[in-house]
């Protein structure tokens, strides 16, 4: 008897029945906080993410262990006491999931062991926690037959952060894992969640992640404090304009209002967020007509926005993003995801890969001490279960 028979007749005597499922993690084309503020965002799913094997329980105990973080153990709970504990560490996204569908009145009424394990790149600024929620909701639903549709699952992940983590994030990332399709960008709006799949035919052209390995923790970064001074920003225009979301005005608009933003630093991130906005919507449009350059030009502008505007990115970012500018063959490079650490993404010919990881990761050793890591990246599908884990 080999090993496979033999977990086959250990689930035949034991009716241990275990379920695979997987949830991709997310690369930001352009389109950077813009996502809560009521904006358009350009995301597309990777190829790699978090796998997750389900197997129910006959009590009320939930069990959950990770591959990546296997020191912490397995964090145990049950489902009559489900609640944000800082020690849970990373548990607290499954949980919150969990927390999220319990007072939806979803009827989850047995205990189960969940096993964890991710390749998206710890701190790399790659949504591993939204990759994480939307696995655990994919994994959920198709356990205990609730049947809920999966743009109902994206919502979820998002409460869950929001409610149960603290940390207050928009939808794109939820979204992103969730929706994505194979080889295509999402062009999502956030305010109504409207959405189109955008082909990405980069013929010639890669999409590189340049991981700066200065991680960072949102929850614990100046993101909310963004998101505060953004929603003050909202406020003094609303104070004449009719308006729901920055994401609503035009740049014009925007310029012809703006002095009613009476605090210089929430009039920065009020421009950020329109300025992005539009530069997201003209950024799609280029890629439709097959213009990669002007799309690289306007990843370029994002990133400089970001940097000076928003304020969420940091020197490892800018010298990645700016070493990236002087490489012939690259197209352009930006920091994306929430910043304060994590990545980069720059689209770069095919012919001048090789030269952009030789030229940026010896000028980001020398200038900051730090190694970076570069993907290729590979476009995904959507959060869903699998027949085996690979």
């Known amino acids: 008897m080999n090993q496979i028979a033999l977990r086959n007749k250990f689930n035949e005597v034991f009716k241990k029945t275990k379920l695979y499922f997987f949830a ?9 906080h813009t996502d809560y503020n009521g904006g358009h965002v350009f995301p597309c799913a990777l190829s790699f993410g978090t796998h ?5 329980r006959d009590d009320r105990k939930i069990r959950l262990h990770s591959l990546n973080l296997a020191h912490q153990g397995i964090i145990e709970t049950d489902l009559d006491h ?57 994994a959920l639903n ?25 940390m207050n994030c928009g939808i794109m990332d939820q979204f992103a894992s969730g929706m994505g399709k194979e080889d295509h960008a999402i062009l999502l709006d956030c305010n109504t969640l409207q959405y189109e799949y955008v ?17 960072h923790s949102l929850v614990n970064s100046g993101y909310n404090d963004r998101r505060r001074e953004s929603e003050n920003a909202l406020k003094a225009l609303q104070t004449k304009l009719p308006i729901k979301a920055l994401g609503e005005l035009s740049i ?21 967020a329109v300025y992005e906005n539009q530069r997201t919507l003209q950024a799609t449009e280029c890629l439709r007509k097959g213009d990669v350059e002007t799309f690289g030009k306007l990843m370029n502008q994002s990133h400089i926005s970001l940097r000076d505007d928003y304020e969420v990115s940091c020197p490892e970012l800018d010298v990645i993003a700016e070493t990236a500018w002087t490489v012939p063959g690259v197209l352009g490079a930006r920091m994306t995801g929430g910043g304060f650490g994590g990545s980069a993404v720059a689209l770069v010919k095919d012919s ?22 570069f993907y290729i990246a590979k476009i995904g599908g959507p959060a869903r279960q699998m027949e085996k884990i690979y």
């Open 352 to 373: 001048a890969v090789k030269q952009l990881i030789d030229t940026v990761g010896k000028t980001y050793t020398q200038k900051t001490g730090l190694k970076a890591d």
């Open 199 to 215: 082909p990405l035919n980069l013929k010639g052209i890669s999409i590189v992640i340049i991981n700066s390995n200065k991680k």
């Open 52 to 56: 997750v094997v389900l197997c129910k």
């Open 142 to 166: 198709t356990a205990f037959q609730l049947n809920i549709p999966q743009i109902e699952l994206v919502k979820m992940g998002q409460e869950a952060e929001n409610k149960f983590v603290g």
């Open 82 to 138: 489900v609640a944000f504990h800082r020690e849970q560490d990373w548990a607290n996204y499954p949980l919150g999931v969990l927390h999220v569908m319990q007072n939806r009145g979803y009827n989850i009424d047995q205990g189960f062991e969940m096993l964890f394990w991710g390749n998206i790149p710890a701190g790399a600024g790659l949504s591993s926690s939204a990759s994480i929620e939307l696995a655990t909701a994919v």
């Open 252 to 272: 014009e608009e925007f310029e012809k209002h703006k002095d009613l933003i009476k605090d210089p630093i929430e009039q920065k991130r009020a421009k950020h």
């Open 24 to 32: 991709p993690g997310r690369v930001n084309l352009i389109g950077e």
